[in-house]
């Protein structure tokens, strides 16, 4: 192993060849180029296989990085595959849209002076190298159960969930209201960021082991939550959060200001063939738009990366505290930064302009204040700093809420915290109905695919469990009414 790891000493960090910010602003491919295999291999070699691995346990999934690194460094693909795969049922995605930089790269325990490994970019050429040698197969169980699971929504914490139930021999139903299997992978995040095939490939692998979509189907719409869980052994609620926060303050009615989620989507159908009123009337199109985006996390970054590629005369970020309390992703912000985007730190909205419709946006620089019970700093206004910015779209990116769950269920009994995402028991993830559980973003609020990941594997874990335990009871009680 010493001649083959601990080459960070002698080794640079690198990165896969970045395509210029000129060739990638016109057009969706993925911004980076692929590893070749020795480049690789150089780069999982920088690993220091240090005793207690900071970038596994800064990891929300505990992959097991320095393992399947070692195995890359010595050519042994399709076991770093297999190593991978142990605890990330989608490393190929993971691989792609992972903030590293604040999560397993950014806890690399190598000097600064050395960087990081190149973490998700291994990452993601292991599981690109397993798909295009055959590795990669459908989740068959190896005996099938009598049980059956329902899971509401088809996004990552659903689809984590059906693969493990699956593979454990459930019959597995997902039911979900778009026409598509993806959640904001496939509609809120821009090919840029994450191709559409690279998803929909392990939606053709689900269906080959048996896991049944219902697709254009909505809860409470097409079919009750009731029904459901008199036809399933067991109810896993995986919605997310979906509903904008809003933005308040003069004009903030005005034509013009629309959600974050409401452009992506519309940006996203549009990539994948749909026909979309809203884009083509120009509603939801930046194209000859002087553009600003409100918000400061990943999901401003992909609209205003969105807008550079949709041909906006102006892109601007406006973002009320500075680039280090920033919480998007700071490798997204240089990205932005090298394809025009334009950012307003320190400034926040406090009107929007027009007659019908948005014009401008008059901002107000601000200052950072003491720490709030967080630790965060407050922000506060500066007097007298107000200034205009020309604008023809702005976009609302301030983060996401729940909607009404029990009302969308029609099941008043469904218990909610006092944020609106659903009340869950942590040590089972069961909310208040039985035999109904929640995972992801519905329960965790607004976060990462990755931890969506992590919360559908253990609901799966949490499920089977309960599934079982009924099970035992019931052979219990017909073995006491036998005697």
Avoid at 7 to 19: L, N
Wanted: one cysteine or more; aromatic letters at 6%; charged letters at 25%.
């Amino acid at each position: 192993m010493a001649e083959r790891m601990l080459k960070f000493v002698a080794t640079p960090q690198r990165m896969p060849e970045k395509r210029s910010a000129a060739e990638r602003a016109h057009d969706w491919g993925e911004i980076y180029r692929e590893f070749s295999a020795e480049r690789a291999a150089e780069q999982a070699s920088r690993c220091s296989q240090c005793g207690v691995p900071f970038c596994q346990v800064h990891c929300p999934l505990g992959n097991n990085i320095p393992d399947w690194l070692k195995l890359t460094a010595e050519g042994r693909l399709e076991e770093a595959y297999e190593v991978a795969s142990a605890t990330n049922t989608f490393p190929e995605i993971c691989g792609r849209i992972c903030p590293q930089d604040r999560l397993c790269e950014g806890n690399c325990v190598i000097e600064k002076g050395f960087e990081s490994v190149t973490i998700g970019a291994v990452e993601k050429y292991i599981t690109d190298t397993a798909f295009a040698r055959g590795w990669v197969r459908p989740p068959l169980p190896v005996r099938e159960r009598p049980e059956s699971v329902g899971i509401i929504g088809a996004g990552p914490a659903g689809l984590a969930a059906a693969e493990r139930l699956r593979r454990q021999g459930y019959a597995v139903d997902v039911y979900d209201r778009h026409d598509r299997p993806g959640g904001l992978m496939i509609y809120g995040i821009p090919n840029f960021k994450l191709e559409k095939p690279v998803v929909l490939r392990r939606w053709e692998l689900f269906r080959a082991a048996g896991i049944r979509f219902h697709l254009g189907c909505a809860v409470g719409r097409d079919v009750s939550l009731a029904e459901l869980r008199s036809r399933h052994h067991a109810v896993l609620i995986c919605t997310g959060v979906y509903k904008a926060r809003e933005l308040g303050g003069p004009g903030s009615g005005l034509e013009g200001i629309v959600p974050a989620l409401d452009y992506l989507t519309a940006s996203n159908r549009k990539g994948l063939g749909d026909h979309v009123r809203a884009f083509d009337d120009g509603t939801l199109n930046a194209a000859g738009r002087r553009v600003v985006v409100i918000g400061g996390g990943d999901t401003a970054m992909d609209c205003v990366r969105t807008a550079i590629r949709q041909g906006a005369l102006s892109v601007t970020c406006l973002y009320r505290r500075d680039r280090a309390n920033m919480p998007g992703s700071m490798r997204e912000v240089k990205h932005a930064e090298e394809e025009g985007v334009r950012f307003e730190w320190l400034a926040a909205p406090e009107a929007f302009l027009g007659d019908g419709r948005v014009t401008a946006v008059r901002a107000v620089r601000m200052h950072l204040g003491l720490p709030d019970a967080t630790g965060r700093q407050q922000v506060e206004p500066i007097p007298g700093s107000s200034f205009t910015l020309e604008a023809d779209l702005v976009i609302k990116a301030l983060g996401f809420d729940p909607e009404d769950m029990a009302a969308m269920f029609g099941e008043p009994g469904l218990a909610v915290t006092r944020w609106g995402t659903l009340k869950v028991d942590h040590r089972t993830m069961m909310t208040s109905l039985q035999g109904v559980f929640a995972a992801g973003d519905i329960v965790r609020g607004a976060s990462l695919v990755v931890w969506a990941i992590r919360d559908g594997r253990d609901a799966a874990a949490a499920m089977h469990r309960y599934i079982q335990s009924r099970a035992q009871e019931r052979a219990a009680a017909l073995a006491v009414a036998a005697e």
